[in-house]
């Protein structure tokens, strides 16, 4: 549950955007060989939004500090911080407490203590443990023999 809201959380402030921009550094294995034709990065320049009247607005411009939620800064960081609080404290942290803290739903401890609490009666009783007929074979229904 706490996944896709965090994978949306990081898709809609644009650090997605941040690691696709990110230079890629690769581990060679084997003789690293020397390339004599020169190597450039390019980055590329941050989205760009289209308004009705097809002006090219560039949202960093308005606002350095753009989360990628609106392009109203305030509202930006006051969605940036509700979905980081909601995505973190109440998904992650409250999740993970009541995961801890629900109860067994095997109910194997209740099985296991069950079964103690039945041996210990049965021995003060001097019956054994476990009886050749589990069930009455008089309470049993049997079907009818067929001739």
């Not at 896709?4 to 990081?10: D, I």
């Not at 039945?118 to 001739?147: F, H, T, W």
């Amino acid at each position: 549950m706490a996944m896709p809201l965090c994978l949306r959380a990081l898709r809609l402030s644009g650090a997605t955007r941040l690691l696709r921009t990110a230079p890629v550094y690769r581990l060679h294995i084997g003789p690293r060989v020397e390339s004599t034709t020169p190597v450039s990065v390019s980055h590329s320049a941050p989205p760009k939004h289209r308004h009705d009247d097809h002006d090219e607005i560039n949202v960093y411009d308005k606002n350095p500090d753009w989360h990628g939620f609106s392009d109203d800064p305030v509202q930006d960081v006051r969605n940036m911080r509700l979905v980081f609080f909601f995505g973190v404290s109440v998904c992650l942290v409250m999740g993970t407490v009541f995961i801890y803290y629900s109860p067994e739903r095997g109910m194997r401890d209740w099985a296991r203590r069950e079964a103690e609490r039945q041996i210990k009666r049965r021995e003060a009783l001097g019956l054994p443990l476990i009886e050749m007929n589990y069930y009455d074979p008089k309470s049993l229904v049997l079907p009818p023999e067929d001739k």
